[in-house]
């Protein structure tokens, strides 16, 4: 015997009741949460399209003219000359820049240590150039 003893009839309408609990728990807020569901799966989707393209950015090899900078020196400037090698980055030798009128006369050998940048604007060299503001 069960700790709530059921008649048959009482059983039936207990199982009748089933149908209406289901078309609860799809109410609202289950729609919710499922919307929110799918909507995190496209996000991630996007956020692994991203991470893709960011890897093959950053690892790609630069070209002639683009502007790739030393991170442990600081040093910077316009790519002419890229030398492939069979393992690990290329080998990048850079024309230094000293400004934007002033072109630099002298070569680098970045070696494998390089990172792609954008190119430099006025602003950011001047800013980079300023010693100490005027009081």
Known sequence: MGMFPLSPAD????????PKLHELQEGPCTRRVAE???RV?????KLRAAEEMLV??????PEIGEFVRCPLTGFFGQVTKVTPRAYG??????LLYLGKDMPGHTTVDLF???E???PPSEDS???ALMIAPEA
């Open 116 to 118: 792609l940048m954008d």
């Open 56 to 61: 093959r950015e950053q690892s790609r090899a």
């Open 41 to 45: 799966e496209r996000l991630r989707a």
């Open 125 to 127: 060299v001047v800013h």
């Open 89 to 94: 980055r290329p080998w990048v030798e850079i």
């Open 112 to 114: 494998g240590n390089w």
């Open 36 to 38: 929110l569901r799918a």
């Open 11 to 18: 059983y039936n309408e207990s199982l009748a009741l089933s």
